[in-house]
């Protein structure tokens, strides 16, 4: 198989697993950055309303299909993800409303943070390592970046990270998929 570049909507991720092997750095985003994606996701908002654009897109995903597992092993965009990731798990209720779930994550070297980010973020637990630390601060960027802001924000942000195609103005990555006689990693 050829190497895949499309481009995917979030929506169309939902649904899907990524594992993040070991040989990917934790997660390191800071406050600055998530704010400044909710901040692109936004003016975008503004921007499809206005009839300027159809979709938001981010920078690469890189995967490779783990068929015996029935996942992607994630091997670039994690920091965009897991942001992602934290965002959708933030409007969780929304979502549900919706009839959506999130994607899921794993991490070859935390196989608890799966079930850390699949609950509602405890920033209690910002000690216990690292990644915790790491996600608990964004978590806390985007509470802090919705609170404030007007209830309907947080609908309007949520359905442009789920719409999909045919309902319009979206957040999409370019997916690169790369063939499995090619190695993830040199």
């Not at 692109?40 to 300027?52: H, K, N, S, T, Y």
Request: charged share 20%; proline share 2%.
């Amino acid at each position: 198989m050829a190497t895949q570049l499309s481009l995917r909507s979030i929506s169309d991720l939902l649904g899907e697993r990524f594992h993040i092997p070991a040989y990917q750095r934790g997660y390191r985003w800071t406050r600055r950055q998530v704010t400044e994606l909710l901040d692109d996701i936004w003016e975008f908002q503004a921007l499809a309303d206005a009839g300027v654009s159809t979709f938001y897109c981010l920078q690469p995903i890189v995967v490779k299909h783990r068929a015996e597992f029935g996942d992607w092993e994630l091997v670039d965009g994690q920091q965009r993800l897991t942001t992602i990731h934290l965002i959708l798990n933030y409007l969780s209720e929304l979502l549900l409303a919706l009839g959506q779930d999130s994607f899921r994550l794993s991490y070859q070297t935390r196989q608890d943070s799966e079930y850390f980010l699949q609950t509602k973020i405890d920033t209690t637990q910002a000690g216990k390592n690292i990644d915790y630390f790491h996600i608990c601060e964004a978590y806390v960027a985007i509470q802090d970046w919705f609170q404030g802001r007007h209830g309907s924000h947080r609908m309007k942000v949520l359905q442009t990270l789920v719409n999909d195609d045919s309902a319009g103005k979206n957040v999409k990555v370019i997916w690169y998929e790369l063939p499995q006689s090619q190695a993830a990693i040199p």
